[in-house]
Structure formats: C-alpha cells, structure tokens
C-alpha cells in the first residue's frame, strides 16, 4: 500500500476531514463559500481562479479506493466526503507531531537504529536524529540510536517525510550487548 506524504493534496483532504468532524460537504459549484477550512483545502486545487475539480476527484477517488474516506456527489453539486475508521486511523497514526512508539510487552530483543546520511541533507540527518529523540530512543552515538520498541513503520515514515534514502538508515534487532543492564534500567524494562 503506498504511503500518503505529509503535505500532498491526499493529506490535506484527510485532515481537513479529520478536523471537520469525520464529514465535510464541499460545493463544486461555488467553491469558496465555506469554512476557512474548506477554503485552504480547496486552494490547493485552483489555478487560475478556476478549481481543478478532475484533480480533486481524481484524489478523492485515490483515497476511496484505498477505503480512507467514502464519498458521494449529492444531486445539489456537493460532495459529501466522510473519513472512514481506517482514514482516521492513518491521518492520526501518521501525524509526525503526535508519533510515539508503541510500547508493548519487551520482547526481549532490541532496535538498534544506525544512519549515515550524506552532507548534502544535513538538514534531513538533523531532523532524523531529533525526531528520534522525541520518540524516546537513546543515543548511543550521534548516528546511533537504540529502543526496546518495534519501530520499523516509523522509521519508514520518517525517512519518506524528511526525503532520506531508506538505504542510508539501518534498523538492527539484536538480543544481548555489553550494557544492556544499563539500558535496561533506563527503559524501565
């Protein structure tokens, strides 16, 4: 299943449905009456003052398909868009502002995170190694990082988020190392 990135048109339609309680209802017919938040969403589809109704369809369609939202063109020219369970799962499991590693039994294995991104997105490298931060983990080195969580799914999005090769960041599930009584302590495990 490919992935909805942060910012894209798709995103936006989720969100905006999120906010709005589950449901919107969006005029074609008069696209800038409305809510603010019907408004910026529909910005995003106008050039020229005239709104791209195919481009809106086509991803409200893309997103239905994937059966995030259900949507129904009303005989009036509105469509009414509805955030399915599922939609409001992923809008909300994937807001990079509220991540957190889900904390489960320990399995008793740990995720060693390791990364060397090149110079040329040092911004990218930083903001990894912040986000990581965030979400617990603790720095063994500065391109080191070490959880008892599973953490692949975020990791994932992180790297399609911040536009790093996958390639140059390395997820390790190792069992026992020296020190692992100090991490131990310090996860509460």
């Not at 809510?35 to 910005?43: A, G, M, P």
Request: net charge positive; with cysteine.
């Amino acid at each position: 299943m490919t992935r909805i990135e942060k910012n894209s048109r798709p995103y936006h339609i989720l969100k905006t449905a999120l906010v709005g309680g589950g449901v919107l209802f969006i005029s074609t017919i008069s696209p800038l009456s409305g809510t603010l938040l019907i408004k910026k969403l529909i910005k995003q589809y106008l050039k020229d003052k005239k709104i791209r109704k195919e481009r809106f369809l086509q991803d409200v369609k893309r997103l239905q398909n994937r059966k995030l939202i259900d949507y129904v063109q009303l005989p009036d020219g509105k469509i009414k868009i509805t955030l399915t369970k599922l939609g409001k799962n992923k809008i909300l499991t994937y807001n990079l502002d509220h991540m957190k590693l889900e904390e489960r039994p320990w399995d008793g294995k740990w995720r060693l995170i390791t990364f060397d991104i090149p110079d040329y997105q040092k911004n990218a490298r930083n903001a990894l190694r912040k986000k990581v931060r965030e979400l617990g983990f603790y720095p063994l080195q500065k391109s080191v990082f070490i959880t008892p969580y599973e953490c692949e799914n975020e990791i994932d999005f992180i790297c399609s988020i911040f536009e790093i090769n996958r390639n140059n960041v390395l997820i390790l599930e190792v069992g026992n190392f020296e020190g692992s009584e100090k991490m131990r302590h310090y996860f509460h495990l």
